[in-house]
């Protein structure tokens, strides 16, 4: 029931930005946190943002003063503007509810690569 359909993904340069989006269904959006995190080849799954539903915000210190994670409760989408990005910055991204603990989307990949 629950879907979680990540986009927005793709290959940029170094200090290059992109906008990931979440579209989300199968439960009242507006009354759960949204979080994105991210998996790099070899690495543990971590947590990049959380957005809740009163607006405050959580971004892990890497990703402080270059991500910004918002919400469309209208349109049942999360996002995550991504602005000076590095190549450690490179993953496979996933949005998550915290409607359900352990559902995932498929994930939209991020490269940062010359």
């Known amino acids: 029931q629950v879907q979680l359909v990540e986009s927005g993904g793709g290959l940029v340069q170094p200090g290059g930005s992109l906008r990931l989006s979440c579209a989300a269904s199968?439960?009242?959006?507006?009354?759960?946190?949204m979080s994105w995190y991210r998996q790099a080849p070899g690495k543990e799954r971590e947590l990049v943002a959380f957005?809740?539903?009163?607006?405050?915000?959580y971004y892990r210190d890497s990703v402080k003063g270059r991500f910004t994670i918002s919400r469309d409760n209208a349109k049942r989408t999360v996002y995550l503007q991504m602005n000076s990005l590095k190549p450690e910055d490179t993953a496979m991204y996933y949005c998550?509810?915290?409607?359900?603990?352990?559902?995932w989307g498929q994930g939209t990949q991020v490269t940062v690569s010359s």
């Open positions: 199968g439960f009242t959006f507006s009354a759960y946190v």
């Open positions: 998550k509810s915290s409607f359900s603990g352990t559902y």
């Open positions: 957005i809740n539903s009163g607006g405050s915000t």
